[in-house]
């Protein structure tokens, strides 16, 4: 039997097709300016990904065709935010976004071109699906990731590195990994607090591991252990409680490729939602 972890009961809008339809309005709005601001993008793309996320707290499942076109535009922004900043100084990059090709400036190397920014781009690729995407994103060198000034915990470039390694089938993958666990040694942290680390940050790591091993019984533990340990972090008290922690998004796109990978996958949550995870709209509309 497939283990359930529910998310707590969302208290709405009492209207909530106008309330995401004024959400998706200022979404579209922001994403219109880059073509004329593309210094904006680490903003819209924030406001993209949390609009993607507040449909799937009125739509827990993903079962609404609006839904997944707030994930595909989230991802499109993210996409295009990477393909901005490695163009050429002078240049433009053409980026389909919410269903519209867009020309926008090159922005090359901004604060919010960071390995953060990499990481969320690249779990939207996945839980899209979108290939493509997924190989131009991996090839963004990391040196470009650590030039935008931004602080992280040294093992988020290792991670970063790994993924890209895995996807781009290049060697050292293994070496690559373990750097990552070394570097999440909750006692030499230096910018992220232990909590953070152990419910948030690292779960990830270890079930991406557990699906490069090929272990269906220890990678459905890891996911329930990453879920748990997800929704305890983010419910802990009223300050956290926000749309960042209401989907598992890192979980949710190793999920996805598990599942891609025939995998069967024994959890079910809202912090995972149905129809992304198992695809129901990919080819819905092109992207």
């Not at 879920?227 to 300050?239: C, F, M, Q, R």
Request: proline share 6%; net charge negative; charged share 25%.
């Amino acid at each position: 039997m497939p283990t359930t972890i529910s998310r707590p009961d969302f208290q709405g809008s009492n209207d909530p097709v106008g309330h995401l339809q004024r959400v998706d309005k200022r979404t579209i709005s922001a994403i219109d300016d880059l073509e004329e601001a593309p210094e904006m993008f680490g903003l819209t793309f924030s406001k993209a990904l949390s609009t993607a996320q507040l449909h799937c707290l009125y739509d827990p499942t993903a079962n609404k065709s609006e839904t997944w076109e707030a994930w595909v535009a989230a991802m499109q922004v993210g996409s295009a935010l990477f393909a901005s900043a490695t163009a050429p100084e002078g240049t433009t990059v053409e980026c389909m976004i919410a269903h519209k090709k867009r020309t926008i400036p090159a922005c090359g190397v901004k604060h919010f071109v960071d390995a953060g920014t990499w990481l969320e781009a690249f779990w939207l690729a996945v839980i899209c699906r979108d290939q493509a995407r997924m190989t131009q994103l991996c090839n963004v060198p990391i040196e470009l990731l650590r030039a935008s000034g931004a602080v992280f915990e040294e093992y988020v470039y290792h991670w970063v590195d790994a993924l890209q390694t895995y996807w781009l089938e290049r060697p050292g993958l293994g070496e690559k990994l373990v750097a990552a666990f070394d570097g999440t040694n909750p006692d030499t942290l230096r910018f992220v607090d232990r909590e953070m680390m152990l419910k948030v940050l690292y779960p990830p790591l270890d079930l991406f591991y557990r699906f490069i091993s090929q272990d269906p019984d220890k990678f459905n533990e890891a996911l329930v252990q990453a879920v748990e340990l997800h929704k305890e972090y983010w419910t802990a008290d009223e300050e956290r409680e926000s749309l960042t922690g209401d989907v598992a998004i890192a979980p949710l796109a190793i999920a996805c490729l598990a599942f891609d990978a025939g995998r069967p996958i024994e959890v079910e949550s809202e912090y995972l939602p149905e129809n992304l995870l198992d695809r129901s709209w990919l080819g819905e509309f092109e992207t």
